[in-house]
């Protein structure tokens, strides 16, 4: 099956060999190689030695996204605050994590169809001085819009606050330099993206005296990125507090040689962009319509307007397309009827042409192809 889903991607089989064994997490050697693993994300993220760390945390992306508002925004209201600009479901998802942990939180408008406006945000900010962080999602996995975090940043830098990233479905391919990014306290991405490796855990990548100091304040043991970082310090960056996903983080190192060997974010960025090129062909050459228009359409996933028939119905779409041995995301990240592609994974050209032919073929088997464009 071919899946074209923002996550988890298809994987090279090494990567996933890299799992097929067992293997003891609390073994020094094991230690070591974690650590080195950590060492390797910590660099890929263009943070410094002895200045940032990245750090783990078993679960999924979202647990990482609640540890660092727990760790970094402040419970108390008079200190702490955190401004979300509403650009799509996953920001809504940041919202609800941080109200959750009784966070303060400040929610701003945003367009769904255009990068956020970094004067916008400056003045949010500027209005109220007790907020300390801005939250943003890098490439918003709803709409498909990337954000940009140089301006962005550049706006929370200036205005003295700090800034939590959550750059899941951007990191291994949109590129990220923390040494450039002072404002950032954690910059969050999983392995099951664009770094094409296998899910179990999350990383954000902080620099260490904000999470030394910040050890103890989260409200809870398991999502205390402070913790993490203390805890490593004194055995070793490699140890983990609980039970680790071992195997996941064996297939990361693995995907880690791979994104090397293809010359690093840049080429990637390149492989996942003509994806998308011939995905926004593909579909318009079917008859079908993009939410975004190609100027501003990212390079990861793409929204589509459903075929506007009576009978679309998205389930049966995507289970009859699944006979055709392609999966695609089986809900809605918009209000009008739409469907979801994802272009990202150990994926090229060949697949997503296979693939727009399978839709084709199956929006003909439904009887949903636009008339102008029947086959
Ligand atoms: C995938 C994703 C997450 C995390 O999702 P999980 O299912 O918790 O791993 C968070 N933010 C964005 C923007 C994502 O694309």
């Given at each position: ?26 073994d ?12 390797r ?14 750090l ?85 996995t ?49 392995p ?29 043991w ?82 589509v ?38 272009a990202?994974?150990a ?18 088997e ?10």
């Amino acid at each position: 099956m071919l899946l074209l889903i923002p996550g988890p991607v298809m994987t090279h089989p090494d990567v996933r060999a890299a799992a097929n064994r067992d293997i003891a997490p609390w073994d020094h050697d094991v230690r070591a190689e974690v650590g080195d693993l950590l060492a390797r994300l910590r660099s890929l993220a263009g943070g410094a030695d002895g200045v940032h760390a990245a750090l783990p945390l078993p679960g999924s992306g979202h647990f990482m996204v609640e540890a660092a508002i727990r760790t970094f925004v402040s419970p108390s209201s008079e200190v702490g605050g955190i401004l979300i600009p509403a650009t799509g479901q996953y920001a809504d998802r940041m919202v609800r994590l941080a109200r959750d942990a009784g966070r303060r939180v400040t929610v701003m408008p945003a367009s769904l169809t255009r990068p956020l406006d970094a004067a916008a945000v400056k003045a949010a900010l500027s209005a109220d001085p007790s907020i300390s962080h801005l939250g943003l999602v890098y490439s918003e996995t709803s709409t498909g819009v990337i954000h940009d975090p140089e301006a962005i940043g550049a706006v929370v830098r200036s205005l003295g606050r700090r800034m939590i990233l959550d750059a899941v479905s951007a990191f291994g391919a949109l590129p990220i330099t923390m040494t450039d990014h002072p404002e950032i306290d954690a910059l969050i991405f999983t392995p099951n993206k664009c770094l094409e490796a296998l899910p179990g855990f999350s990383v954000a990548v902080c620099p260490v005296e904000r999470a030394e100091a910040r050890a103890g304040s989260a409200g809870s043991w398991s999502f205390d990125l402070g913790d993490i970082y203390v805890n490593g310090l004194a055995n070793g960056p490699g140890a983990g507090r609980f039970t680790p996903p071992i195997q996941a983080m064996a297939a990361l190192g693995a995907a880690l040689d791979r994104l090397d060997a293809e010359g690093g974010p840049a080429a990637r960025l390149q492989r996942y962009r003509d994806n998308m090129a011939a995905l926004y062909d593909g579909l318009e050459a079917l008859g079908l319509r993009p939410f975004l228009p190609r100027a501003i359409q990212g390079p990861i996933i793409l929204n589509v307007h459903a075929p506007a028939h009576p009978d679309w119905d998205l389930r049966r779409f995507v289970e009859a397309l699944k006979r055709h041995g392609v999966l695609i995301s089986n809900f809605r990240n918009t209000e009008e009827p739409s469907m979801r592609i994802g272009a990202i994974g150990a994926i090229a050209r060949p697949d997503i042409l296979r693939a727009v032919a399978a839709i084709g073929e199956t929006l003909d088997e439904l009887g949903l192809r636009p008339k102008a464009h029947a086959a």
